[in-house]
């Protein structure tokens, strides 16, 4: 264990919100069967078992990068965009069985990862590639569950997140919006107003009902606006 602080990117003890993230998500991956994980996922083109298979393949990455700065020997989360499209195709066929161990495993991994995490470094998306601190591979993590944990569309959505992690969300996706859309952003239920770009355009509904949306995910029948929701594509 680093001797210095543990990073915090998202509240009082990050981990522990990704650590009760991860266990939520594993128990609707345990109930998901065979035929499920081939039914159509929220995103577009990819089945449940494409985003289970992709949950658990960031896990192993993100456990290996992590180990690798912690040991000394640098890995990267991913070697290569290629290879990791790949794993996600071979892996999504699995059985519910394979993919319920693979999670687990795999999210093990990465929770040994960073009960030990260091609190300084930096560790390669792929190599040459997109640069990422601890705290962003924290707070990476809790998107990749949070997020596609709703998008399996299977009993878990936006509204079932957590306060902290809605509100979170809803800031990180904003400031990255900026470029392709102007609004302001009034959350309701935690009585917080955010803008877009330059703001001006009003939109209103939940922190969660607003993230989800900024994602470009979900038509926004929920928000109430009154010029109409701009079009977004996807957030990477």
């Not at 962003?136 to 902290?164: C, F, N, Q």
């Amino acid at each position: 264990m680093s001797d210095q602080a543990t990073p915090d990117p998202v509240g009082a003890n990050p981990i522990t919100a990704v650590l009760e993230a991860t266990h939520r998500y594993l128990q609707t991956v345990a109930t998901l069967t065979d035929e499920q994980l081939r039914e159509p996922s929220l995103l577009p083109g990819w089945t449940r078992g494409h985003v289970v298979a992709h949950v658990a393949l960031n896990a192993h990455g993100l456990a290996r990068a992590l180990r690798g700065l912690r040991t000394g020997e640098p890995a990267p989360v991913y070697d290569s965009q290629e290879q990791r499209n790949a794993d996600i195709e071979t892996y999504a066929g699995g059985s519910a069985a394979e993919l319920a161990s693979l999670s687990q495993m795999a999210c093990l991994r990465i929770a040994g990862e960073l009960r030990l995490i260091k609190a300084v470094g930096t560790v390669e998306r792929t190599p040459g590639g997109r640069v990422m601190t601890v705290v962003d591979v924290v707070e990476a993590r809790w998107r990749e569950v949070e997020i596609h944990h709703a998008d399996l569309d299977a009993g878990y959505s936006p509204a079932d997140w957590p306060v902290d992690f809605a509100a979170y969300l809803l800031e990180k996706v904003a400031e990255q919006r900026g470029e392709q859309v102007d609004a302001t952003l009034h959350a309701q239920d935690i009585g917080k107003t955010v803008r877009v770009g330059k703001g001006g355009h009003g939109i209103a509904g939940t922190a969660a009902a607003l993230a989800w949306w900024l994602t470009g995910r979900g038509d926004g029948a929920d928000l109430v606006a009154i010029r109409g929701l701009p079009t977004l594509g996807p957030w990477a």
